[in-house]
């Protein structure tokens, strides 16, 4: 007989961080959707060596879309990371994120 696959009860892997706010905010952040993936994958690493003012927006708007996808249903906006994430955070965060992606994806299910 077939295994049945109940994707309620899949168990999840998340991506732990802290953020560097007055709260230390504490997200579980999840795998991205479709078209964050595609983002990704159209700005990481062509725009991160010498970005543009618009680069640099859509990154911090990137990131703060990667943010909200968290266990806890909190949204975190760009204005929010712009004021507590310099540029070497922002490039932390997307290595360690791309990182954890690369761990789920080869991850045996």
Known sequence: MAKTLDFNKVKKKYFNITLNDDDQTKLQLMTPLKKQVQELNHLLPDNTANPTDE???????????????????????????????????????????????????????
């Not at 703060?64 to 990371?81: C, D, P, T, V, W």
């Not at 955070?89 to 994120?97: G, K, P, S, T, V």
């Open 55 to 109: 680069d640099l927006a859509t990154l911090y708007e990137l990131a703060a879309g990667l943010m909200s996808r968290n266990k806890q249903g909190f949204k975190i906006e760009a204005s929010l990371l712009e004021d507590i994430l310099d540029y070497e955070d922002l490039c932390i965060f997307f290595d360690a994120y791309t990182d954890f992606l690369v761990e789920v994806s080869s991850a045996k299910n």
